[in-house]
T-cell receptor, first 113, second 108 residues
Framework: DAGVIQSPRHEVTEMGQEVTLRCKPISGHDYLFWYRQTMMRGLELLIYFNNNVPIDDSGMPEDRFSAKMPNASFSTLKIQPSEPRDSAVYFC???????????FGQGTRLTVV | GQQVMQIPQYQHVQEGEDFTTYCNSSTTLSNIQWYKQRPGGHPVFLIQLVKSGEVKKQKRLTFQFGEAKKNSSLHITATQTTDVGTYFCGAAGNKLTFGGGTRVLVKP
């Protein structure tokens, strides 16, 4: 397996634009997590899915953020409209269960100017 | 939800010395996971601890889970430059949340 695949690796966008981050989890993993990493706030859990269903989105900072998982092999995290304070590295991770090791993607470095 | 705190936030270590990083929770944890993130990289799983008082070793790394399952520690002996990175503890149990991490810098 190629591991968790995220795209794009880097994204630079202007304030107010819509940004969509993509994630392909490892096949057979039932859990998918989206994290945001910044120097100030560390590694924050934004939302996680179990069997494609969003279970806990309490970490989503505001209504500008939304996440979907239309099938077991694909998830998106959308920011609309984007703001400079959204600049961060966004990681997607998947796991077989909620209690087993999580495999992280390479991350998407987002810069909003 | 489960929250874990890590100390220290930064650790400057002389090559060859030992150090320990700590992870603390106000609530009992079902299990705890440790990850390492190299500079510019992504978190990579190191180990999971499940049982009260459990101790596991990986070469120069020793992981311990407290008796009350509210704290954990990672001890590295004879630090090497390859140990550079940020070490995170994560509280697992469906929702995997992380402490702030300990960023380790090694002085040769």
């Amino acid at each position: 397996d190629a591991g968790v695949i995220q795209s794009p690796r880097h994204e630079v966008t202007e304030m107010g634009q819509e940004v969509t981050l993509r994630c392909k989890p490892i096949s057979g993993h039932d859990y998918l997590f989206w994290y945001r990493q910044t120097m100030m706030r560390g590694l924050e859990l934004l939302i996680y899915f179990n069997n494609n269903v969003p279970i806990d989105d309490s970490g989503m900072p505001e209504d500008r953020f939304s996440a979907k998982m239309p099938n077991a092999s694909f998830s998106t995290l959308k920011i609309q409209p984007s703001e400079p304070r959204d600049s961060a590295v966004y990681f997607c991770a998947s796991a077989k269960t909620g209690n087993t090791e999580a495999f992280f993607g390479q991350g998407t470095r987002l810069t909003v100017v | 939800g489960q929250q874990v705190m890590q100390i220290p936030q930064y650790q400057h270590v002389q090559e060859g010395e030992d150090f320990t990083t700590y992870c603390n929770s106000s609530t009992t944890l079902s299990n705890i996971q440790w990850y390492k993130q190299r500079p510019g990289g992504h978190p990579v799983f190191l180990i999971q601890l499940v049982k009260s008082g459990e101790v596991k070793k990986q070469k120069r790394l020793t992981f311990q889970f407290g008796e009350a399952k509210k704290n954990s520690s990672l001890h590295i002996t004879a630090t090497q430059t390859t140990d550079v990175g940020t070490y995170f503890c994560g509280a697992a149990g469906n929702k995997l949340t992380f402490g702030g991490g300990t960023r380790v810098l090694v002085k040769p």
